[in-house]
């Protein structure tokens, strides 16, 4: 299968990549450390589907799963921000939370979900790379 250019797949070794489940809504790709969603252009990311991507991780982590979170944001997508508020009903939390953006719509959308995720700062890369060195899944 082919990934997009900017995808995780394609800027991390081969063994870094534990699991990829291609849903109809995207790829979730899991490395040691973090969850990573590449999601489709169009669709709009609400509870619904971030249950299917908990459930995922629950199975390959373990149900109190603390892991990083990466949004590698390669396609335009809506997501429900106050569909976070359900996350952290659940008492989960997160290592990190962080947004990989390749254009300005993507930005423009981060201040909207930051009056949301309450659990901390959502760390915005502009660079994957980086991303993947700030959660531990490369070398620095």
């Not at 719509?105 to 959502?122: H, Q, S, V």
Request: hydrophobic letters at 40%; glycine letters at 6%; charged letters at 25%.
């Amino acid at each position: 299968m082919a990934f997009h250019p900017n995808s995780v797949v394609n800027s991390v070794p081969e063994n870094a990549i534990k699991q990829i489940h291609h849903l109809d809504f995207g790829d979730i790709i899991f490395l040691d450390k973090t969850i990573v969603t590449e999601l489709n252009e169009g669709i709009i990311y609400g509870w619904e589907k971030g249950s299917e991507v908990i459930a995922l991780a629950e199975k390959y982590f373990g149900k109190d799963f603390y892991v990083n979170y990466m949004s590698n944001r390669i396609n335009d997508y809506s997501v429900v921000a106050q569909d976070w508020i359900k996350f952290f009903e659940e008492n989960r939390k997160l290592r990190s939370f962080c947004i990989v953006t390749h254009n300005n719509i993507g930005t423009t959308n981060i201040a909207i979900e930051r009056l949301f995720y309450k659990e901390g700062k959502i760390m915005h890369f502009t660079d994957l790379k980086l991303a993947l060195e700030y959660t531990g899944n490369l070398p620095v």
